[in-house]
T-cell receptor, first 110, second 118 residues
Framework: RKEVEQDPGPFNVPEGATVAFNCTYS??????FFWYRQDCRKEPKLLMS???SGNEDGRFTAQLNRASQYISLLIRDSKLSDSATYLC???????????FGGGTRLMVKP | GAVVSQHPSWVICKSGTSVKIECRSL??????MFWYRQFPKQSLMLMAT?????????EQGVEKDKFLINHASLTLSTLTVTSAHPEDSSFYIC??????????????FGEGSRLTVL
């Protein structure tokens, strides 16, 4: 079983739609959680951290469920520019290593 | 945000040659840099952790004699793919954590280097 699992997609949605991604992690001792965005053939960039109480940044909402060991990302009012791969990233309990999920590809269409 | 520069962006080489990739932190000091490899449609896989002034720590399954890492200064780490073969063709990305971001977990990535071995 992979340490961090995501549905690879692709998720094809029309502009304006709301879309949600889930991610599960296997290490119950994981400390920190993040969503990164990666455009095609580019480096990943931090989209947002995920806090236990849930957090929102504009059209993006992230939530963490420690009991079930999953993280979610909700994107409202999708834009064409949201098309990218979204990587779920988990920081373990030892050291500073980040473990990346396989990514979920989102394609927003006109 | 912190800037990490990686060079070269693209490299095509013949099988058997060695290729060096540089990773520089431009506006901060990075005591630790990370090297990742990403195959098409797959996620980033950590290859090694590069520590300034000491030997790199390699992940299981990564050959340290094939992927030589040198972190000679606080702003530069290099990855040398020795005797490259077609199966080494991949997207290699370095990243670094700025001192103030240690607890946030945010990594700043270089632009990546796409290696194609013929």
């Amino acid at each position: 079983r992979k340490e961090v699992e995501q549905d690879p997609g692709p998720f094809n949605v029309p502009e304006g739609a709301t879309v949600a991604f889930n991610c599960t992690y296997s290490n119950s001792a994981s400390q920190s959680f993040f969503w990164y965005r990666q455009d095609c053939r580019k480096e990943p960039k931090l989209l947002m951290s995920v806090y236990s109480s849930g957090n929102e940044d504009g059209r993006f909402t992230a939530q963490l469920n420690r009991a079930s060991q999953y993280i979610s990302l909700l994107i409202r009012d999708s834009k064409l520019s949201d098309s990218a791969t979204y990587l779920c990233v988990v920081k373990g309990d030892a050291g500073n290593m980040l473990t990346f999920g396989g990514g979920t590809r989102l394609m927003v269409k006109p | 945000g912190a800037v990490v520069s990686q060079h070269p962006s693209w490299v095509i080489c013949k099988s058997g040659t060695s290729v060096k990739i540089e990773c520089r932190s431009l506006d901060f000091q990075a005591t630790t840099m990370f090297w990742y490899r990403q195959f098409p449609k797959q996620s980033l896989m950590l290859m090694a952790t590069s520590n300034e002034g000491s030997k790199a720590t390699y992940e299981q399954g990564v050959e340290k004699d094939k992927f030589l890492i040198n972190h000679a200064s606080l702003t530069l780490s290099t990855l040398t793919v020795t005797s490259a073969h077609p199966e080494d063709s991949s997207f290699y990305i370095c990243s670094a954590r700025a001192a103030g971001h240690r607890d946030t977990g945010e990594l700043f990535f270089g632009e990546g280097s796409r290696l194609t071995v013929l």
